[in-house]
């Protein structure tokens, strides 16, 4: 459940989206597709997250953001 625990340090994507990547950098969040869960590899200097699977476009972090809320809200809390 520690995953829960760091989430709640930082209630809101505005708040916390930097800390959650560098948090959770090892589990992948922000390769994976927030919108289909494909794994989208790309360097460090790119800022958008395009997904050729699913066609999703937003930018890196928001993307992090929403696969973090994913892993720790899961049926527990209301998305941001
Ligand atoms: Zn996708």
Request: charged share 25%; glycine share 8%; proline share 4%.
């Amino acid at each position: 459940m520690w995953k829960s625990y760091k989430f709640r340090l930082y209630p809101t994507k505005e708040q916390g989206a930097g800390k959650y990547v560098e948090l959770v950098n090892p589990y992948n969040t922000s390769q994976e597709c927030s919108g289909c869960g494909n794994i989208v590899r790309k360097g460090l200097s790119v800022r958008v997250h395009k997904c050729p699977e699913c066609g999703i476009e937003l930018d890196k972090d928001d993307n992090a953001a929403i696969n973090i809320l994913n892993i720790c809200t899961v049926g527990t809390t209301e998305r941001a």
